[in-house]
């Protein structure tokens, strides 16, 4: 076992989301509309409660709910979830009203404010819907709103769908550097085989995410009314594990699961990271994208980056090489064309060179409009 291994052991023994600042909560269509019967108002308002009393202890959440189909499902009489793609984003259409409505409803009575994100794979393949899918989450976030966050399934294709919510939730983990994320199933946990057809199936208390293991216990999709199965749920652990967050794996009617998950306890199937956040994240802006370009900026603005941590404003840039759009990662150097650092630009090279040597401030003036005010944000910085 790996040192990395080790530590995330160790961590599993002390509670996976013990100390987890933002989450991710995933709940799939069988618990949110009651195996199909329709939104169960009792059972999202249950989670909307632990959902705010976890954003006062000043802990950020983020809900990815399945349920528009299965909803629509049941407001247009289909007893049977249909093939056609069509009438599936009908159904998505009309259930998607009574699922934002009902969480609309349940975080208000807590007090929280709420919104709505419909999201495609595309919005996550393209940088730059990604970083503007990415701001939008972080400001919500912010102003202390719980986003509930689906699939787009009214416009989506066979080519672009996520294809369940499992893997949304972790692309979202992902997308916000999420601490954890929390797969709520109507299953107890991970078993060794199927524990409805295999009585000696043997329960899963915790594992390293990603490992062959893990994807050779699970079975297929389970439920008549929602299209994830256990494998679904141990592959969404694997790609959450690559950015450096744990998964749990819990039944969603358990007794405020959230509030005992948050608080250390140990309940269902702990998946994870081997890979500490900050080195996951270090490893993916290093490793893994290619540099599109650079800026050379002033030692004032090296001073900042290299000893105080800051992001990189414009009016620190003195020089803009190369072609690049937002959201690529380009090479910041000092005056002696030594790299720094690098990571996600906010600008594309065109509005890099026209902001160059200004403060933030003026960045609307010139551009007609501001992204952000710096350049390079510091969450999307790795020093060199």
């Known amino acids: 076992m790996t040192a990395g291994q080790l530590d995330a052991q160790t961590a599993a023994l002390s509670g996976p989301l013990k100390g987890a600042r933002r989450i991710v909560v995933k709940v799939g269509s069988s618990l949110v509309t009651n195996e199909g019967r329709g939104v169960d108002a009792e ?22 709910s399945s349920g528009a189909i299965a ?10 979830r249909p093939k056609e793609v069509h009438e599936l984003q009908a159904a998505a259409a009309v259930g998607q009203m009574g699922l934002a409505q009902m969480y609309e409803s349940k975080l208000r009575e807590q007090g929280m404010g709420s919104a709505q994100v419909l999201l495609t794979h595309a919005d996550l393949a393209d940088r730059e819907r990604y970083l503007n899918a990415r701001s939008t989450l972080l400001t919500l976030l912010q102003h202390r709103v719980l986003p509930v966050i689906n699939e787009n399934d009214t416009v989506v294709n066979d080519e672009i769908k ?9 692309l979202v983990a992902n997308l916000v550097e999420a601490d954890a994320l929390v797969i709520l199933t109507d299953q107890r946990g991970l078993y060794s085989a199927d524990p409805r057809k295999d009585p000696n199936a043997r329960f899963i208390d915790s594992a390293i995410a990603g490992t062959p293991e893990l994807e050779e216990m699970a079975g297929g999709a389970g439920s008549a009314i929602g299209r994830g199965g256990m494998i679904t749920k141990i592959l969404a652990a694997k790609r959450a594990a690559s950015s450096g967050a744990n998964t749990v794996i819990a039944w969603g009617r358990e007794p405020d699961v959230l ?6 306890e140990a309940i269902g199937t702990a998946l994870m990271a081997s890979t500490a ?4 994240r270090k490893q993916w802006m290093v490793d893994h994208l290619q540099l599109r370009g650079a800026v050379q900026v002033d030692a004032g603005a090296a001073l900042k980056l290299r000893e105080e941590g800051k992001s990189l404003l414009p009016i620190g840039v003195h020089e803009v090489v190369g072609e690049f759009h937002r959201g690529d990662v380009i090479a910041v150097r000092d005056a002696a064309g030594v790299e720094l650092a690098r990571g996600l630009s906010n600008y594309s090279s065109a509005e890099a060179r026209l902001i160059a040597r200004k403060p933030s401030f003026e960045i609307e003036r010139v551009l007609g409009y501001a992204a952000e005010p710096e350049l390079i944000h510091r969450d999307n910085l790795v020093l060199a």
């Open 71 to 80: 909803e629509g499902m049941k407001r247009l009489g289909w007893a049977t």
């Open 162 to 170: 996520f294809g369940d919510n499992d893997t949304l939730g972790a």
């Open 277 to 280: 956040k900050l080195a996951a």
């Open 259 to 264: 509030l005992r998950l948050a608080a250390g």
């Open 43 to 64: 059972a999202i308002g249950n989670w909307c409660r632990q959902l705010a009393a976890l954003a006062g202890q000043g802990r950020e959440l983020v809900m990815v």
